[in-house]
């Protein structure tokens, strides 16, 4: 089951129901049909779990509410589609309970894509509205299983992302108000037709899931979010002495040949007692670290002064040419 299914699946399991909770599902799953030459509307999914979900959101709201149930394969993998028909009286008077349907003193029908106004004046109906629309229409995911080795290309190609497909521009621009309220900045994009409302942010995602009470989603991101923070900063460390130890072996090599240098032509003996005992020791521990030259000298000196030995050396080696 993937982390959003997970995400939906918890949701769900609270079984709490509102009418605007119902109003945001039916806007991004549903659709208006002729049932029995009366107008109704139908869920459609392929989670049968939502649509039991809806199902039960319906009968709270219409316990009259009659359903008619049907399946059917969408593609060449055997997908199922589950649809959730509302006979038509029932499913008439919920859209206009809900502000969805309307009629003009001339008899027009009018549709709203947001639901009534009402429906989103206090905090716990913005939530769940949004909740609803989420439920029919959004996805989330997080990165799982951070390749350790290349975790560079890791945190570029799979991050956090959360969104809301929506049909029309009206519903993504309530999305993002209604998110601002939460003090959540989303962003909105046109793909394929649809507006997507999407979050990047697992901060932001982490909120939201909180507003859903979705507090076992919640846990998991902020596991996998320490997770790949700790393989980050573990990453960030190996690149350092990885750096560290590139940078002292490239010095080795500059001393080693700035010392030969000199052997071959005035000789090690020839320099001054306490550049020779470097050079020598240096000689002995070819890719030794300069805490390791330290060691191997007979005289203790700090770390500054064998760095200026060394510069010596160099420079000498130069003028012997």
């Known amino acids: 089951m993937s982390f959003s299914q997970e995400v939906k699946q918890e949701i769900m399991a609270l079984k709490e129901g509102s009418a605007s909770l119902l109003c945001g599902a039916i806007l991004s799953s549903g659709s208006l049909v002729r049932n029995g030459g009366g107008l109704s509307f139908e869920i459609t999914s392929e989670s049968q779990a939502y649509i039991d979900f809806v199902a039960g959101l319906i009968s709270q709201e219409m316990p009259s509410a009659k359903f008619e149930r049907r399946e059917e394969n969408v593609s060449f993998k055997q997908k199922l589609r589950h649809e959730l028909l509302i006979d038509p009286v029932s499913g008439r008077q919920i859209l206009i ?26 905090r716990e109906e913005k939530i769940d509205f949004i909740k609803g629309l989420f439920l029919g229409s959004g996805s989330i995911s997080i990165p799982e299983d951070v390749d350790v080795e290349n975790i560079s290309k890791s945190l570029r190609n799979s991050g956090y992302h959360m969104e809301w497909s929506v049909q029309n521009l009206e519903q993504a621009d309530l999305i993002t108000t209604l998110l601002a309220e939460e003090d959540i900045i ?66 080795a090599m500059i001393q080693l040949d700035a010392i030969e240098k000199i052997r071959q032509t005035i000789g090690i003996d020839s320099l001054p007692e306490p550049l020779r ?3 020598e020791a240096r000689l002995k521990n070819p890719e030794g670290s300069m805490n390791e030259i330290l060691e191997a000298l007979p005289v203790k000196i700090s770390k500054g002064a064998l760095s200026q030995r060394f510069k010596k050396i160099i420079a000498l080696s130069k003028e012997v040419l």
Do not use: W
């Open 97 to 122: 309970d809900l502000g969805i349907l309307s009629f003009e003193k001339n008899g027009e029908m009018a549709i709203s894509r947001t639901g009534a106004p009402h429906l989103t004046i206090e």
């Open 186 to 251: 989303s962003r909105l994009v046109e793909r394929n037709e649809n507006y997507v409302v999407y979050l990047k942010e697992a901060e932001a995602i982490s909120q939201v899931l909180g507003l859903f009470k979705a507090y076992k989603a919640v846990l998991k991101l902020e596991n996998e979010r320490a997770k790949r923070e700790m393989r980050n900063l573990v990453n960030r460390q190996a690149n350092c002495i990885s750096a560290n130890i590139d940078k002292s072996v490239a010095a």
């Open 277 to 279: 005992e470097v050079a």
